[in-house]
């Protein structure tokens, strides 16, 4: 239904800095007992400010993928509801807390944003705290789900583990049928979109998005590699020292 590719790669100050990379992904499809097929799409961005923001990331999107499962096994087509995000989010704040008392440490310390998309046949959901983009194309148009929260130079942003992140929990539904997404992380944010016309910047997504549309579902592995290495390269690196990260997905066609 989907050919996927996907890479989080670490940026160039939290080398230097000796850190970890921050981000976090996962990108599949998801088939229920009744047939139907989900792509599921979730990234997280750590806090660069909070101790353990890379742990805070990874907790977000395994909860996030566990609890979008359980939903989509328990009610399917009906999960396409603003209170399904609302419940991902209320389990992402739980697992987040407890992972918090049981080191000692302030749910603060696990700050991270959260992104991504439920995308069935004929529904599709989508949700953000924070920055970073979901990026959409129907009949060769792109647009932006959600602008990013912060602006093109500010270093502020919403995170999960925010007391009123429910309040900054920005959900659309839609009836359309999509083509491609791509969801990433704020560390390329300045690469994927046009600022001034809050837009796409097609120039970066068009030629990602040619390969991925010729390439063979069995090796979009080595696909995502490639993409790995962009991530990585000396082009990317100079536009940005954060770290990066790129979900691009392509509905195949028959």
Request: hydrophobic content about 40%; aromatic content about 8%.
């Amino acid at each position: 239904m989907w050919e996927i590719i996907r890479a989080s790669t670490i940026g160039t100050s939290h080398i230097k800095s000796g850190t970890l990379c921050q981000d976090s992904c996962y990108a599949d499809v998801i088939c229920t007992a009744d047939g139907q097929e989900y792509l599921v799409v979730v990234v997280s961005d750590g806090a660069g400010s909070a101790k353990e923001g890379g742990q805070g990331a990874e907790l977000t999107c395994e909860t996030a993928i566990s609890s979008i499962s359980t939903s989509l096994e328990k009610e399917s087509a009906d999960i396409f509801t603003e209170q399904s995000a609302v419940t991902w989010i209320e389990n992402i704040r739980n697992v987040i807390s407890d992972k918090a008392k049981a080191n000692d440490l302030a749910v603060r310390d696990f700050a991270c944003t959260f992104l991504g998309a439920v995308i069935g046949s004929s529904q599709s959901l989508f949700f953000q705290i924070g920055d970073g983009a979901v990026m959409l194309s129907v009949n060769d148009v792109q647009g932006v789900v959600f602008w990013p929260e912060s602006g093109e130079y500010a270093n502020m942003t919403y995170f999960v583990t925010d007391q009123d992140a429910l309040s900054n929990l920005r959900i659309q539904i839609s009836n359309m049928s999509f083509e491609e997404i791509a969801v990433f992380t704020d560390g390329i944010q300045r690469l994927a979109l046009s600022f001034e016309q809050q837009c796409p910047h097609p120039p970066f997504f068009d030629p990602m998005f040619a390969v991925l549309r010729k390439q063979s579902p069995e090796l979009c592995d080595d696909l995502s590699e490639q993409l790995r290495q962009f991530l990585e390269s000396p082009a990317v690196n100079e536009r940005t020292d954060d770290d990066k990260t790129l979900v691009l997905a392509t509905r195949l066609t028959a």
